[in-house]
C-alpha cells in the first residue's frame, strides 16, 4: 500500500477514498414517508484508475495528493463510481493529517462528501466519517454523513451513508 493510500484509508475517498469486493453489501432506503434515507455500498480500488502527484519536496509529505475513480458495489455488482481525491496536510512519524473530497456516482444521481482524517501512522486508520455536502437528482440538497470501515489488508471500504 503506497502513502497516500494509507492516508485516504482513515478517511475515504475519495476516496479514495476503495475492500473482499463488495460481498454482501445492500441498498436500503428508508421508506417514502420518511426523508431519512440510509445507503449501505462499498468503494473498491482499481489501481489503474489511481495517481499519485509528488508536490513539494521529493519525500512523503504536505501537498501530496491521489486523485482517485474507485468503483462502488452493492451486493457485489458495480452501481457507479466514486471519484476523487486526498491531500496530505501534515505528516510525520506519529502524525498524518488528510483531507478528502468525493463525488459519488449512483444509479438515481450522485452525492458530494469532503472530510478529514488524522491518525498515527503506526496504528493506521481507525475508519473514515465524512460529511455529505450536497448532491442531484434522488439525492439533491442532500446532508448528512458518509462512515467507512476499512476490510483488513485491503483497498476495500464498506460504508454506511445516512442522507438527510
Known amino acids: 500500500m503506497t502513502p497516500i493510500r494509507s492516508a485516504r484509508r482513515p478517511l475515504l475517498v475519495a476516496a479514495v477514498l476503495v475492500a473482499g469486493a463488495g460481498a454482501g453489501t445492500t441498498l436500503a432506503v428508508v421508506p417514502a414517508a420518511s426523508a431519512d434515507q440510509t445507503l449501505r455500498l462499498t468503494t473498491v480500488k482499481v489501481p489503474d484508475r489511481s495517481t499519485e502527484l509528488d508536490l513539494g519536496n521529493p519525500e512523503f509529505g504536505p501537498g501530496d495528493t491521489e486523485i482517485f475513480v474507485d468503483d462502488v458495489q452493492r451486493r457485489g455488482r458495480t452501481i457507479g463510481s466514486q471519484a476523487g481525491s486526498c491531500t496530505v496536510a501534515a505528516a ?67 460504508w454506511e451513508i445516512r442522507v438527510d
Request: hydrophobic residues 30%; proline residues 6%; contains cysteine.
Open 92 to 158: 510525520s512519524e506519529t502524525r498524518l493529517v488528510v483531507l478528502c473530497t468525493t463525488t459519488w456516482t449512483l444509479p438515481d444521481g450522485s452525492l458530494t462528501t469532503q472530510g478529514a482524517g488524522d491518525e498515527n501512522p503506526s496504528q493506521g486508520p481507525a475508519g473514515i466519517r465524512w460529511a455529505v455536502t450536497g448532491g442531484t437528482g434522488r439525492y439533491a440538497g442532500a446532508a448528512g454523513e458518509a462512515v467507512g470501515t476499512f476490510r483488513p489488508d485491503s483497498d476495500v471500504i464498506d
